[in-house]
């Protein structure tokens, strides 16, 4: 596994240990859990203006690719 440093301003990172510490659990826990859903998210939202592109300029590609 590859780790990460991430520069926390300390009002961001006493957040992240009050709610950690609320939670029971570690405050990496919480990042990887906040990146995972960042990801997903945003894995969405690309995948949405792909599928508009790629809808708008359907007649277009279909003669790139004959």
Do not use: F
């Not at 990460?4 to 009002?11: E, G």
């Not at 990496?28 to 990801?39: N, P, Q």
């Amino acid at each position: 596994m590859h780790r990460l440093t991430l520069p926390l301003d300390p009002a961001t990172r006493q957040s992240l240990d009050d709610l950690a510490d609320a939670q029971g659990r570690a405050p990496e826990e919480l990042v990887l859990e906040a990146v995972r859903r960042y990801l997903i998210e945003e894995g969405l939202v690309v995948r949405a203006a792909a599928e508009r592109l790629a809808g708008a300029h359907a007649d277009l590609l279909r003669r790139l690719g004959e």
